[in-house]
C-alpha cells in the first residue's frame, strides 16, 4: 500500500513551527549559563566522511554557544574514554558521520559506559543506516522506495562482472542509481544512463564498501525533510527542495554553486501535507528518536520514493537540515539548545 498525496494526514505543514522550540533572534552570543547541560560534540572519526562531521560539529558548537550552552567537542580516538570520564558530560550529541558515528556501535559504547547522548539508538541506527533492511521496513509501513538489488563485490569475481551486469541492465533497465548498501554524503553514488558507465559506477561504489545497492532511477522533485521530537510528538521541518545542475552528489552537497534551494519547496498544499506524513512514518516505522532526514523524490505519479533516512544529518553551513530550521523562521541556537534538553527529559 502506498501513501497517497490526496489523502489528509495528521502532520500538516501547519505542524511546522515546534511549540517550545522557537526562539527570537538574538543577534549576539549569549553568556554561558551556569545550569544548561554540558555537552560533549563528537565529531571527525576515520571514516570517509570525516571531513564533513567536523564542519557539522563546529557548526553546532557555534550555534549551541551562541545559545549559552557550555560545549566541547572531541574526536574519536583513544582519549575519548577517558575524556567522558573525566569531563562527565551531561550529554553527548554524535555528530559522525558514516560507518561509527551512525552504523550504532559508538552509540553501543555510550550506553555500556551509561553516557547520555543525543539522538536514534544503536539499534534503530543500524536498520536505518543499512539501506536495503532500511528499505524493507518502509515497505512494511506502507511507504514507497524505488525497486532495486543488493550485490556483493564478490559475486562479480564468482559468476564475471560483464554477465551480472548485463541481467541487472537488462532488469531494470537505465537509467539506475548505484550506491554503497551503507554509507552517506553520497561518497560511491553514482547515476548511470548507459551500460559502459556502468561497471565504472561498480567500481566506484567498491571503493567505499563491499555490497553495492542498485536501484531503478525516479525523476521528479527531490526533497529532503527533517522530523524532531518535540513534546508532544514528531514534528516535520520545512521540506527543502533540491535543483541540482546534475547528480546531487558529494560535491553538489558540500561545495556550493552547483545546487538552487528552496526551503520550503515549491510544493501544494496536499503535496506538502503528503510528503510531510510520509517523513514522519518514516522516522517512527524506523524507531528513530530525537531528529532524522527523509531523503525522497515526489515522482511524477505524485508517489513520494524513500531514498534513504539519515540518522545524523549533515550540519555544516551548506547543510539541509540547518536550512529547514531557518526556513521555520527559527533561529538555530534555540532549537539546536532545546533538541538537547528534550532529549535529556525523553
Known amino acids: 500500500m502506498n501513501h497517497h498525496p490526496d489523502r489528509p494526514s495528521a502532520h500538516q505543514i501547519d505542524t511546522l513551527v515546534v511549540p517550545g522550540l522557537s526562539g527570537a533572534p538574538t543577534g549576539r552570543q549569549l553568556a554561558i549559563d551556569p545550569h544548561s547541560p554540558r555537552v560533549a560534540i563528537l565529531a571527525g572519526g576515520l571514516s570517509h566522511e570525516r571531513e564533513v562531521s567536523l564542519r557539522s560539529g563546529r557548526r553546532v558548537a557555534d550555534a549551541l554557544r551562541a545559545a ?3 560545549v566541547t567537542i572531541h574526536d574519536v580516538d583513544t582519549d575519548l574514554l577517558a575524556f567522558l570520564a573525566r569531563e562527565k558530560p551531561d550529554i553527548v550529541w554524535p555528530l559522525l ?3 561509527g558515528g551512525e552504523d550504532g556501535s559508538l552509540r553501543d559504547i555510550l550506553e555500556l559506559e551509561s553516557v547520555s547522548y543525543l539522538g536514534s539508538t544503536p539499534k534503530a541506527s543500524r536498520i536505518a ?3 536495503p533492511i532500511a528499505k524493507e521496513r518502509l515497505l512494511s509501513a506502507g511507504l514507497s522506495t524505488p525497486d532495486w538489488i543488493t550485490l556483493p563485490q564478490d559475486l562479480f569475481r564468482d559468476l564475471g562482472a560483464a554477465g551480472v551486469l548485463a541481467a541487472v541492465a537488462d532488469h531494470f533497465g537505465l537509467p539506475v542509481v548505484v550506491k554503497p548498501t551503507r554509507g552517506g554524503s553520497s561518497l560511491g553514488v553514482t547515476h548511470v544512463s548507459d551500460r559502459e558507465g556502468l561497471a565504472r559506477a561498480m567500481v566506484n561504489c567498491f571503493a567505499y564498501h563491499p555490497h553495492a545497492l542498485i ?3 525516479v525523476e521528479g522533485i527531490e526533497l529532503e525533510i ?4 518535540g513534546p508532544d510528538g514528531p514534528v516535520v521541518l520545512p521540506p527543502v527542495e533540491i535543483l541540482a545542475d546534475g547528480p546531487f552528489d558529494y560535491d553538489a552537497r558540500y561545495n556550493a554553486g552547483r545546487v538552487e534551494y528552496f526551503a520550503p519547496a515549491r510544493l501544494s498544499a496536499s503535496q506538502m501535507a503528503y510528503v510531510c506524513d510520509v517523513a514522519v512514518t518514516a522516522h517512527t516505522s524506523l524507531e528513530l528518536r530525537h531528529y532524522s ?3 525522497l523524490i515526489l515522482d511524477s505519479s505524485g ?9 545524523a544529518p549533515g550540519m555544516t553551513e551548506t547543510s539541509l537540515f540547518p ?3 531557518e526556513a521555520s523562521g527559527q533561529e538555530l541556537p534555540q532549537l539546536y539548545r532545546s533538541l538537547v534538553h528534550n532529549a535529556l527529559t525523553s
Open 303 to 311: 508517489v513520494a520514493q524513500v531514498l534513504e533516512v539519515a540518522v
Open 68 to 70: 549559552g550552552v557550555p
Open 226 to 229: 527533517p522530523v524532531i521530537d
Open 129 to 131: 543506516f543499512d539501506k
Open 215 to 217: 536501484e531503478r532511477a
Open 293 to 295: 532526514r527523509t531523503d
Open 323 to 325: 536550512m529547514s530550521v
Open 97 to 99: 558521520h558514516g560507518a
